[in-house]
């Protein structure tokens, strides 16, 4: 077994609220192995966006880390120090966000911002250039060449999207996260960028921890899925297991909901009755089983443990 890229264990981040303590992130555990794909996908509000930021340590202030660990290449990156932890984010780990814009400087040209990211380098500006473009070229933009005098502002938000890729992609980050890359564009546009973004991790050889919550493009391309509902992992296996033979009643439901595949992308998010739990509140128990049709007596007095070899549910009525 080779060592995992990125390995999660029994993370636990809350926030302060008004209301209280909101537990956004319980006991969660996850793994991603060199080169693979793996997606995180649930419903609005189960922690995806919490459970990355907390991996590359921009948290809002009222957060904390509750308890667990996450390793990345053996390196345990809670006990990093912020100087440390900047270092990696520029080049361990990159990021692509919802908003390219996020990570585009809009006062910069492309050209410009492009070879500020490469300022380890010793190569020349022009061999920088070059290689700019050569990214700019393989994430699917006409004339990079002239792409890379404009500003952000010059471009269509795919193309910023193909900019922010290419950037990420730059440093050869042994991990590329990515939070809702696509959810901004038009189906076609999403189509394409995730095409291009397959192929090129297949030639860059990274690992690619990809949120969603897009089961259609969760499924064109992830090897490995994590499926969350209110903060907690309650399903994981490959792709294809989890998609033909879910274990999990909400992953079952999920998929039930789903709008359609990837070539009908509506963007609405799946519609499963009931509501998430209050997560300042908890229940006892399942966290699922409000909204479960097949809940028995141990779901309401005991929290299930994610089980399995490959494939594992958190589900007293899976492991029965
Ligand atoms: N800074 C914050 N303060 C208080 N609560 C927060 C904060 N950020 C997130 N939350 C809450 O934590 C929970 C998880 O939110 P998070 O943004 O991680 O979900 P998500 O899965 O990324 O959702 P989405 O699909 O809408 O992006 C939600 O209940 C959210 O309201
Ligand atoms: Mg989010």
Known sequence: MTSPVLDVRRLSVSYQTGRGTLRALRNVNMTVQPGRIVGIVGESGCGKSTLISTIIRLLAPNARIDGGSIEFMGRDLLSLESEAMRALRGDGISMVFQDPM???????????????????????????????????????????????????????????????????????PALLIADEPTTALDATLEVQIIHRLRQLQQDFGCAVLFISHHLGVIAELCDEVVVMYAGEVVETGSTREVFLAPRHPYTRKLLECDPGRIEESTRHLPVIAGKLPDLVDLPKGCVFRSRCDESIDICARKPPELEGDDHCAACHVVGQ
Not at 131 to 156: F, M, N, T, W
């Open 102 to 172: 996020t990570s585009l400087n809009p006062v910069m040209t492309i050209g410009r911002q492009m070879t500020d990211i490469q300022h380890r380098d010793n190569r020349s500006r022009a061999d920088k250039l070059a290689r700019a473009a050569r990214l700019l070229e393989r994430v699917g933009i006409a004339d990079p060449a002239e792409q890379l005098k404009r500003y952000p502002h010059h471009l269509s938000g795919g193309m910023r999207q193909r900019v922010a890729i290419a950037m990420a992609l730059m440093t050869e």
